[in-house]
Each structure stands twice: as C-alpha cells, then as structure tokens.
C-alpha cells in the first residue's frame, strides 16, 4: 500500500499577476463534453499498480507494482509481455529512482535514478545507459500524477523530458534561488546534451520574495510541436512558449486558469527555510499534468483539502484517519480542465470517473487511461485499466 501523503497548513493568498507576454484570463465556452469509456484491460495478478506509460496507439501499458518493485509491461489483451526488477546489487541498478518509469516506442522502459538514465528492454535487458543531466545524490520520486519521463520531439531531435535535480548554487531560502531557478530539462535521446528550461517568469507569485516548499512551485511541462507548455504546480497559470532553433523559449501568452484551489500558496520569510532541507506535499492544490489531445490541452489538477476538514476528520476518526481521509480525498477528487489549444477557451472541467483513482492518468493519441480504482475492502487478483474519449451530447 502506498503511503498517504498528507495536507499541511495553507492560508490565504494575494494574486499580484503583472504582464507577461500577452497575459490573459481564459474565456469560457463550455460545451456539453463528457468522458465515456472506450476500452479496458485488465491483466491477472496480485499488484499494488500505478500506471506509468502507454504507447501511442495504446498497444503497450506499463505499470509499476509498488508491491514487488517490478516494472511490468502487457500488451492490449493483458498478456504480460515483460517484467523485471533491478531493486538488488547489480550493474544495471538505476539507483533511486526521481522519476517514474518511462515507455519508450513500445520496446524500451527507461528508468531515471541516482546512477543516471538506464534504457531497459520491456524483459530488464540493458540496451544502455546515459548520464544524468544533473547528477545528484538526493532527490523526491513520489508516486504523484503526471512524475512520469515525457518522450517528445524538437528541433528534428528525439527527446525526453522531465524535472531537474540542479540546485542552482543556491537553495529555496534564498530569493536569488528563484530567480536562477529552470525547472525541466530536455534530454536527448543517446547523447549527453540538455537543455535546462522553464524559469519562473517575473510576474510569478514564486519571484515575490518568499520562500515556498518545493511542490509548491513543483513544474509541470509538456512540449509538443515546438510549443512548451509549462505550469508551477499551486499557481493557476499556464505559460505558453515558442522553442526556438537554439533551444531558448520564446514566451507566447499567460493564461490563468479558472481552477478552484482550496489551498492557495502564501509563502514564508526566507529566513525560515534552512539549507539542505526540502519539503515535499502531495495532497495540495497543484496542477499535476499538462497535455495535449488533439486540438484540446489537458490539465490535471488537484483542487486540494480544506484544512479544516482534515482537523474533522482527526476528530470523527481518532483510530482510523486513514479511512476518514480517503472520504476527504473522495469528495475533492482530481479534476480534468479542457482548453482549446488555439483560443485557450475553457471547454470543459471534469472530474475524474467514478471507476477511477486519482493515480495513473497518461494521455495518448487514443485518449484518456486510467486505472481502476484501489478496492480498500479486498484484496483483488487483477489490475485494469481504462481508455477514455471526450465525447460531445
């Protein structure tokens, strides 16, 4: 069973949003859009899963088992067609893992840990092994939506893509470290070049002076068609920017987004944070992904608990707030925003399906996947998955 990980204390937030490129509020043009299943699969064995990747066309899912530490890849029939573990003392161990795995052209799983960036056959067969763009020995892997190694296309090159590990020379009580601070690096496939991009703009609440905990501004990236989307987790905004031909950002617009978040970002004095330590929550007001669906982008968020429904639920349940938590989690599930990718209009906001847990959601040309929701009353032999489409009624 993976670990809660729990809500800490948000107070109120000012929103001082000055311009930044063309900065706008999206428009909204809501339409009668909804999620309706198109396929499931399900596979026979005993796991605690989190979804980490599907092929493009969906005919290769990988999932990890939290259970066994097994990197487990089935086909669309629910044949395992490969699994493998590299949790043991052995040359190929990836190390700690920062990033969940990555399903790469149907044939490779990449792992992302302390030992660097290890390229594995679906079967645990070393194809090869790549450094890290910013070696570390420290780092956070939670098991959150969207923590998985994006694969994507620029400039002609074939890349991955995914959160950094750089310090830069500074830490989070120091304001020089927001200013300095690119939170996505752009890996090429094979060969040690990067890319560090995505810095907190100017008008960001995170360049006002405090000091925030690290998935506060957590960064959230998606790059497709030369165009890089970029989100810093508890600020509603979504930074649109053109890749140029040397890989600097061009910055296109700034949409805020009509998002409820039910635990805004304040911020502490600077000489609060000491160096060395960092603070990671899961269960706060955070946009967690950022996608593409063909002429729609996609974003996953977390609207967050109020505090003091966390402070009843310590109270209703003094032997069991794990049970009274997940009601909570239940009641502010994740939440689904549709935009139009060329107007930014706000077509849609869903919630998650009923069937589904707010863990493991990839985006692929077929649609939306999702795992099925964890049965806390049994124990269950099977895992499964399910394929969404938006449709229109």
Same mark, same amino acid.
């Given at each position: ?22 900065? &706008? *509020? ?47 890849t ?15 003392d ?14 790469r ?44 190694? =994006? ?9 991955m ?14 304001e ?5 601070? =690119? ?15 995505g ?28 165009k ?24 296109? *617009? ?20 000491? =160096? ?16 593409i ?20 639920? =310590? ?5 069991d ?11 502010? &599930? ?9 107007? &930014?209009q706000?077509l849609? #906001?869903?919630?998650?399906?009923? #069937? ?37 009624y």
């Amino acid at each position: 069973m993976k670990p809660l990980l729990y809500v800490g204390i948000f107070v109120s937030l000012l929103l001082l949003y000055a311009c930044y490129g063309s900065q &706008h *509020t999206e428009s909204k043009n809501e339409q009668n859009i909804s999620l309706k299943i198109k396929d499931s699969v399900s596979v026979d064995i005993f796991a605690d899963p989190l979804l980490a990747g599907v092929s493009k066309r969906g005919y290769r899912i990988l999932f990890l088992n939290w259970a066994s530490e097994e990197y487990i890849t089935i086909n669309r029939e629910g044949e395992i067609l490969g699994r493998f573990s590299k949790n043991e003392d052995v040359p190929d161990n990836p190390g700690f893992l920062f990033r969940l795995p990555g399903l790469r052209n149907s044939k490779e799983v990449v792992l992302y840990g302390m030992n660097g960036i290890f390229y594995f056959d679906i079967k645990g067969k070393l194809i090869r092994k790549q450094k890290s763009p910013a070696p570390s020995n420290a780092g956070i892997m939670a098991g959150l939506i969207g923590r998985n190694i =994006k694969f994507t296309q620029a400039n002609g090159e074939e890349f991955m893509l995914f959160n950094t590990l750089r310090n830069f020379d500074s830490y989070p009580g120091e304001e020089e470290y927001y200013e300095k601070f =690119k939170g996505i690096e752009l890996v090429q496939i094979g060969k040690d070049i990067s890319y560090n991009l995505g810095q907190i703009p100017d008008s960001s609440i995170f360049r006002a002076g405090k000091a925030y905990f690290s998935s506060d501004y957590d960064p959230v990236a998606h790059l497709e068609n030369q165009k890089f989307y970029l989100a810093f987790a508890g600020e509603p905004i979504l930074y649109q920017y053109s890749l140029n031909a040397d890989f600097s950002l061009s910055p296109d *617009t700034a949409i805020n987004l009509d998002v409820k978040m039910h635990l805004p970002i304040e911020g502490f004095p600077l000489n609060e944070f000491n =160096k060395g330590s960092v603070t990671f929550r899961g269960d706060i007001s955070a946009i967690r992904q950022i996608e593409i669906l063909g002429k729609n982008i996609i974003i996953n968020y977390s609207p967050g608990i109020p505090q003091e429904e966390v402070e009843e639920v =310590k109270e209703q349940y003094p032997d069991d707030f794990q049970l009274g938590y997940r009601k909570l989690r239940e009641k502010y &599930h994740s939440q689904i925003l549709i935009l139009d990718k060329i107007t &930014h209009q706000q077509l849609a #906001n869903l919630k998650f399906p009923e #069937n589904a847990s707010t863990e493991g959601f990839i985006v692929n040309d077929e649609g939306l996947w999702f795992q099925r929701k964890e049965n806390f009353e049994k124990e269950e032999d099977f895992v499964r998955f399910y394929l969404y489409r938006l449709v229109k009624y």
